[in-house]
């Protein structure tokens, strides 16, 4: 445990898995009490447990981020349960099949929008609002490596994710002078249950990936959790509107 985010209040959205369960781990670790949200009760609940025997504090809302009346429940959830929200971390995301544009069902490119795009439009708004009332906070989104350059094959989820990395500059245009930074991690490849899957069926091609990786090892979902919870903290106070690559200079040769 640490100190780095002592007394703050937060949320995690997708924290029954990868990403976003490493998050709230983080951030937890650090000293918040955090609300883990997940569409999956079974998954968000574990990330609960793992917190609790670690000794931190957490609770369990459940939340589908592409309907936003489950969203406000969830901010107003997390300011009823722990009296105010400093922090939050809106990772939910998909990509939903991979195939060319010419041969995508429309239903996916609307499924992929409405969740990696309009779910975090929604948990920006009203975790604005609800920072607004004590003062300021610190927002973290989840683009991706696909938020910086093409992916052939992945049109929605890169449109979407090109869309979290332009909410995020404009928002921190509008809230700065009233305390309230925002910002995003575009992860690189990272070892999460998915990746795993692929790794086990095909193993060329995962080779392949960790061939053309700089660091030679793609990013663990810790070490993406430890980038969020110091955006979050104060150390960070003056990183504003930025997408931070977390993938060990892959970006750095594009
Ligand atoms: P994951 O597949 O391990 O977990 C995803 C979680 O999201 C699951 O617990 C699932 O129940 C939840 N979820 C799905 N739809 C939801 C919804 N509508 N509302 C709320 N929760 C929902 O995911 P991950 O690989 O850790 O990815 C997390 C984020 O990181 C995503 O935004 C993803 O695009 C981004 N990302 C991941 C990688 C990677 O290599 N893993 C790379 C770049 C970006």
Known sequence: MTELLKGKAGLVTAAGSGIGRASA????????????????????????????????????????????????????????????????????????????????????????IKINLYGVFYCVKHQ?????????????????????????????????????VGLTKSVALEYGK?????NAIAPGATITPAIEKWAQNQPEQYNGVLESLPAGEMSTPEDQGNVVAFLCSDLAKQINGVTVPVDGGYTAGK
């Not at 079974?42 to 957490?58: F, L």
């Not at 009233?178 to 925002?182: K, T, Y």
């Open 25 to 112: 781990i983080a951030l937890a670790k650090s000293g918040a009490k955090v609300m883990v949200s997940d569409v999956s009760e079974e998954g968000g609940k574990e990330t609960v447990k793992m917190i609790r025997d670690n000794g931190g504090e957490a609770q369990f809302f459940k939340c589908d981020v592409s309907d936003e009346d489950q969203v406000k429940a969830l901010v107003d959830e997390t300011v009823s349960a722990f009296g105010k929200l400093d922090i939050a971390h809106n990772n939910a995301g998909i990509n939903a099949g991979q195939v060319k544009i010419g041969e995508m069902e429309s239903e996916d490119w609307d499924k992929t």
């Open 128 to 164: 604005i609002n609800a920072m607004l009332e004590t003062g300021g906070g610190s927002i973290v989104n989840s683009a991706s490596g696909s938020g910086l350059e093409g992916s052939a094959k992945m049109t929605p989820y890169t449109a979407s994710k090109h869309g979290v």
């Open 178 to 182: 009233q305390g309230i930074r925002i």
